[in-house]
């Protein structure tokens, strides 16, 4: 049973729209993040936020942005989504020295 | 430039039998090490991890072993089953970086047959 939570699953969309991917948990976590994944690489990091008005850019640069106005919700938003943008982006949250509980991603084609 | 390294894409053995997947790291400030585990159309599960000041992790059939000196961490599956076939990922963090900061391998598929 997952405690984060995010949508879509699948998303195909067209060049310069702009989306909206949803992330939510359950368990109270302070720490929350977004990792990107292409098909046979690693995840790196894009996002992470330690609490609510907190946000920071990641290692890897990226062309989203994010919010914190709520603990549990931590969405991410593409102004203007392009076909390099196509890829796994993956949600997850911790607190303290517990590992990081990640959702089931959100796999994004923009075609 | 990759700073965790794991060379094998892919594994497969048979059941019952050890499974062996390796990972090697660049940076020495690494001080802890973890493995997750992830299905298809699943995100990325925690499995086992280790800190730097161990040489050995061991969780029922799972054992992690690290060697500081190579820069050097595997995973062995011991018996290995069917349901552990999934992609197997190592991920490590730099010294005073939360457990949320981590550097991952391109991960490793495992499979094992019957």
């Known amino acids: 049973e997952a405690d984060i939570y995010q949508t879509p699953r699948y998303l195909v969309i067209g060049t310069g729209k702009k989306i909206t991917l949803e992330c939510s948990q359950t368990m109270g976590h302070d720490k929350m993040y977004w990792y990107q994944q292409d098909p046979g690489m690693e995840l790196h990091l894009i996002h992470y936020s330690y609490g609510v008005n907190s946000t920071e850019k990641g290692d890897l640069s990226s062309e989203s942005t994010v919010s914190r106005i709520r603990t549990e919700h931590f969405p991410l938003t593409l102004e203007s989504a392009r076909p390099s943008h196509t890829s796994q982006y993956l949600c997850?949250?911790?607190?303290?020295?517990?590992?990081?509980?990640f959702g089931n991603g959100t796999r994004l084609t923009v075609t | 430039d990759q700073q965790v390294k794991q060379n094998s894409p892919s594994l497969s053995v048979q059941e019952g039998r050890i499974s062996i997947l390796n990972c090697d790291y660049t940076?020495?400030?690494?001080?802890?090490f973890l493995w997750y585990k992830k299905y298809p159309a699943e995100g990325p599960t925690f499995l086992i991890s280790i800190s730097s000041i161990k040489d050995k992790n061991e969780d029922g059939r799972f054992t992690v072993f690290l060697n500081k000196s190579a820069k050097h961490l595997s995973l062995h599956i011991v018996p290995s089953q069917p349901g552990d076939s999934a992609v197997y990922f190592c991920?490590?963090?730099?010294?005073?970086?939360?457990?949320?900061?981590?550097?991952f391998g391109r991960g490793t598929q495992l499979t094992v047959w019957p």
């Open positions: 940076n020495s400030m690494f001080d802890y």
């Open positions: 991920a490590t963090r730099s010294k005073g970086s939360t457990l949320g900061r981590l550097y």
């Open positions: 997850a949250s911790g607190t303290g020295s517990s590992p990081l509980h």
